[in-house]
Structures are given as structure tokens and as C-alpha cells.
């Protein structure tokens, strides 16, 4: 009973449902791409504190390093930073040239720990230093940071429609294939109920026959998925990264659950109707 009572409706709800799937599974295979880059930027973002022209930088280094969100820092003399100008802007150098004295401000550039790198720990960090004694100014990317948390949390917020979307139309295919395996097995099913099966039997292979489904479009939508990938990677200038396997396996339980739980709902209400 099951699976092969109504083997085109079955072979049709896996190839469907590894579509619905393998949509999602891409979904997420970008977004995956997207916040690896957009991790990559955070990891790149510095806080640059200016210090006053009398400030006593060891006193600042100890006060900055007291500061949660902290991880490292180094100190960059007036004298560096004129030269760091010098090699950035070689064409304007000749105006350097004219000043009587170095304008430039000595500073710490810091490297921020992970868990604050948002534009919220980052503002957070910035308010503490600004309160030491001897600093001049606080900088760093707060309106990049501020833009890339907001494609992130679209990302999100479209990573959860397409998947409740996707996940809708495969428990629909599914559940459909599974009630023809049902009503196409009426008549034994009828039988077995009358000799008493109880539902839990009854519903059993059919509930096997789901997650097998599920498991099927699953393992097909991950195997696409890295086929894409490998010719993406081979025929384009785009290199998208593989999510991790860990990625795929979550993705192939999600398979399962769905199909277990169209299953489960097919059988539920054909049970009701014939009770």
C-alpha cells in the first residue's frame, strides 16, 4: 500500500515538490552569498578614534581598551598619518607642502569585536570612547553599516515569504499525490477497517510514502542546486559559494517534515470523511 498504488502521482508529487524545493533551496544559496559578503564587510570595519594634540595616548589606549567591543587596536602618530596622506594622494602632495605645521591628528584604529558589529554595537562603542578624556572625534562607516543591515534584513524577510510560499505549494502537490494513493486503495482500506486496523496502521505507509516523497525532492533539489552551482562556477565570472552540507541536510529535513506532514493531513481527512 502506498507508494506504488498510484505511481504517477507519486513520481509527478516528487518531481513538483523538488521544483518547489529546489526554488527555495536557490533562495537560499543566494542569500547565503549575499550575508557571507556582507559578513566579510562587516569583519572589514574599522573605528578610527582622533585624539587631541595634548592628549596622553597611553593613558587613552588603556581607557579605549576597557571598553566592551574591543578586540584590538593600533596607534597611528601625526607623523604616520601625514605620510599615509602623502602616498594616498601623491598628485597633491605639493599642498602639504605650504602648511607650516603637520594638521593631521594622531589616532587608534580599532578592530572590533564580532558581536558588536552592527550599527548599533558600533554606536554603542562610539559614545563610550567619546566620553574619554583627550579624545577629539569617533569615526567609522555608520551609514554603510546602516545600509548593508538593511539588504540583510530584507534578505530575511524575503527568505521567509519564499520559503512559507514554496513550502505551501510542495504540502499542496504532496498531499494530493498522497490522497490519490489513498482513494486509488479505498475499497482494502474499507476492508482493513472493517477487520479492525486501527488508523494508526492505516496511516502508517502512507505517512512513510510522504516522507519518502519529501526525502526524494529533497536529495534531487540539493543535487540541481550544486549541479548549478558547479556550471555557474565553471561558465560565468560569477563564483557563488555551496552553502555548507549542513545547509543541505537542514534542507532535505525540511523535505521530509513537509512530506510526512501533507501526509499526515491527506490521511486525517480521508479518515474523517470515512468515519
Not at 554595537?121 to 562610539?126: D, L, S, T, V, W
Not at 472493517?194 to 496502521?201: E, K, Q, R
Request: charged share 20%.
Amino acid at each position: 500500500m502506498g507508494f506504488g498504488a498510484s505511481r504517477g502521482g507519486s513520481i509527478s508529487a516528487v518531481l513538483i515538490s523538488a521544483l518547489a524545493i529546489l526554488l527555495m533551496g536557490i533562495f537560499l544559496t543566494i542569500s547565503f552569498n549575499i550575508f557571507k559578503i556582507v559578513e566579510e564587510a562587516q569583519s572589514e570595519v574599522q573605528m578610527e578614534v582622533f585624539l587631541e594634540d595634548d592628549a596622553d595616548y597611553n593613558k587613552v589606549e588603556v581607557s579605549i581598551a576597557r571598553v566592551n567591543g574591543v578586540m584590538d587596536m593600533f596607534y597611528v602618530s601625526k607623523e604616520q598619518a601625514e605620510e599615509e596622506f602623502r602616498r594616498a594622494f601623491k598628485e597633491d602632495r605639493g599642498l602639504l607642502d605650504v602648511l607650516d605645521k603637520n594638521y593631521f591628528p594622531a589616532s587608534f584604529r580599532l578592530k572590533i569585536d564580532y558581536g558588536y558589529r552592527s550599527s548599533k554595537g558600533m554606536a554603542e562603542i562610539a559614545e563610550s570612547i567619546s566620553e574619554i578624556d583627550g579624545v577629539e572625534d569617533v569615526e567609522y562607516a555608520k551609514v554603510w553599516l546602516e545600509r548593508l543591515e538593511r539588504v540583510a534584513k530584507i534578505l530575511r524577510t524575503t527568505g521567509i515569504i519564499t520559503g512559507v510560499v514554496f513550502s505551501i505549494v510542495a504540502m499542496v502537490i504532496i498531499a494530493g499525490a498522497i490522497k490519490l494513493s489513498i482513494y486509488a486503495r479505498k475499497k482494502k482500506i474499507a476492508i482493513m477497517m472493517l477487520v479492525g486496523a486501527s488508523n494508526s496502521f492505516i496511516r502508517s505507509p502512507f505517512l512513510i510514502e510522504g516522507a519518502l516523497i519529501g526525502i526524494v525532492g529533497g536529495l534531487f533539489a540539493c543535487g540541481a542546486i550544486y549541479a548549478i552551482i558547479f556550471l555557474v562556477n565553471k561558465y560565468t565570472i560569477i563564483h557563488p559559494t555551496s552553502p555548507p552540507l549542513e545547509y543541505m541536510l537542514a534542507l532535505i529535513g525540511f523535505s521530509f517534515l513537509i512530506g510526512v506532514i501533507s501526509a499526515q493531513i491527506s490521511v486525517s481527512s480521508f479518515l474523517r470523511e470515512d468515519g
